[in-house]
């Protein structure tokens, strides 16, 4: 009797592994679609947002932040590219005067001659005249992600800058500093003790570029949709052409002694190389942001 029933028991377990197998392909089919919908849906959006926006793009006029006088504030030579490239280009091509301060000139690897070489090379190709560049070579700012910059220094260079040149606006790292790189974060630091300590001329506007998590950090331009959804009243948006982007990639390449083979990965994918999304703060969200480091 048992032998009997032997085969109907096969054929049961076959066709219920068919039956199994179908339908699991069935969702998977139909997820994949979804998904590719999904895909393709985002690509168009950003397609559509990408050719409307470029198409307002200024040439001669001011910029979104109404500046004359800017301040970009960075840790170290390629800084300036890697990160700030779309606002210093923009700003500089809509006639704003330009002017880098480096903290450091990048000699962690002991190459501090060449990257100051690299950095005027860089600037040259951004709009910013060799004049306006100023690098620091403070031995208590080394560039070292283990030493811990003072604060007071950077905020006394700051001020002494935002004076000399008469900065009606100041550009620096957030919180974050991008890529969490404590030199980074020094400056924004720095910046708010100028606030706390009411050492913030009150005519200089600051603004600090976003720092996005690591999936939207390598999107490029596809995270342009985001990047006006996610971003409040209080940002400033700087979005560069693809011609446009090609150009801080060109200077991005000055530093030639920092292009290994991963930076290179980041100049085509990272979205710093054609978005920057700015947030203007106030004494205000300073404290708001020192509330939450305690």
Known sequence: MLFLESPY??????????RFLSESLLYLTNFVLYISLWIFGYLCLCCIVYRKYARK??????????????????????????FFGPTIYRL????????????SNGNYEGKGNIRKQELWHACKELGVPDCNI???????LSD?????????????????????????????????????HPNHAAVFYAVAYMFVEKNMP????????D???????????LDLPLSFLLSSKSYFRYFLRWTESRRVSRAMKKHKSQMVWFRYLYVMFSRYMVINTLRKISLADIELELEVDD
């Open 9 to 18: 028991k096969v054929e049961f377990l076959y066709n219920f592994y068919l």
């Open 57 to 82: 793009l200024p040439t001669r006029t001011r910029g979104a932040l109404g500046a004359k006088r800017v301040l970009v504030v960075v840790a170290h030579p390629d800084d300036e590219c890697m």
């Open 92 to 103: 500089c091509e809509q006639g704003a005067e330009v002017y880098i301060l480096c903290l």
């Open 134 to 140: 100023c690098l620091i070579t403070d031995t208590r």
């Open 144 to 180: 070292n992600p283990k030493l811990q910059w003072p604060v007071p220094v950077i905020a006394k260079l700051i001020g002494h800058h935002i004076e000399a040149y008469n900065v009606d606006t100041l550009v620096i790292f957030d919180r974050g500093g991008v890529s969490s």
């Open 202 to 209: 009150d005519k200089c506007t600051v603004y600090t570029l």
């Open 211 to 221: 720092s996005v998590n690591i999936l939207r950090k390598y999107l490029g331009f």
